[in-house]
């Protein structure tokens, strides 16, 4: 079946650090989601990506949709406490696959003040 | 804004008794999708309803079955519940099936 492979898995950094994390797939994907998950919490949608080569920007969140398709990267700029969660990038292919999201492994991140 | 709703947010259950969980989507949303999510994991797919039809199926055991309601809400029912049934169970909404799906908080299913 698609998977997606998520990276880094974890990262840890200082406060107002910038931070980069990105998913690839070798299937197609029509859209791609990025979500925050808190513990105990469901992931809420931080960024949706609809076309190819798209670049769309979130408060201090920015993520693109690669040319190809098959990827997708989310930065946070001038990271905060607040940030600190489990961010999931999920891909929706569309056909026989309508409406089932494929989710990244997640990339953990912890911010230190 | 209104958001997804699930009940209960959490349930204790034994072996090989059954479980009903209960979602109930955003306003206007017409499609639901329920997933699992086992600890350090991300969430799989379990199955997903359209206008109260099934419209998607994943890794859904034989024993779990669900169903979306005429208000638009779905339960998710799991019998002869297995130890390895421990887990988050999300359910999320969208409008049609090619919108981002909003999700909720989840029911944190133990099984002893």
């Known amino acids: 079946g698609q998977q997606l492979n998520q990276s880094p898995q974890s990262m840890f950094i200082q406060e107002g650090e910038d931070v980069s994390m990105n998913c690839t797939s070798s299937?197609?994907?029509?859209?791609w989601l990025w979500y925050k998950q808190d513990p105990g919490e469901g992931p809420v949608l931080l960024i949706a990506?609809?076309?190819?080569?798209e670049l769309t920007s979130n408060g201090r969140l920015t993520a693109q949709f690669g040319i190809t398709r098959k990827d997708s990267f989310l930065n946070i700029s001038a990271s905060i406490p607040s940030d600190v969660g489990i961010y999931f990038c999920?891909?929706?292919?569309?056909?026989?696959?309508?409406?089932?999201?494929?989710f990244g492994q997640g990339t953990i991140l912890t911010v230190h003040p | 804004a209104a958001g997804v709703i699930q009940s209960p947010r959490h349930l204790i259950k034994e072996k090989r008794e059954t479980a009903t969980l209960k979602c109930y989507p955003i306003p206007r949303h017409d499609t639901v999708y329920w997933y699992q999510q086992g600890p350090g994991q991300d969430p799989q797919f379990l199955i997903s309803?359209?206008?109260?039809?099934?419209?998607d199926k994943g890794s859904i055991p034989d024993r779990f079955s669900a169903q979306q309601f005429s208000d638009y809400h779905s339960e998710l029912n799991m019998s002869s519940l297995e130890l390895g049934d421990s887990a988050l169970y999300f359910c999320?909404?969208?409008?049609?099936?090619?919108?981002?799906?909003?999700f909720g908080d989840g029911t944190r299913l133990s099984i002893l």
């Open positions: 309803f359209y206008e109260k039809m099934q419209s």
């Open positions: 299937s197609i994907f029509n859209t």
């Open positions: 990506l609809y076309k190819a080569g």
């Open positions: 999920a891909g929706l292919a569309g056909g026989t696959s309508y409406g089932k999201l494929t």
């Open positions: 999320a909404s969208s409008l049609g099936g090619s919108q981002p799906q909003h």
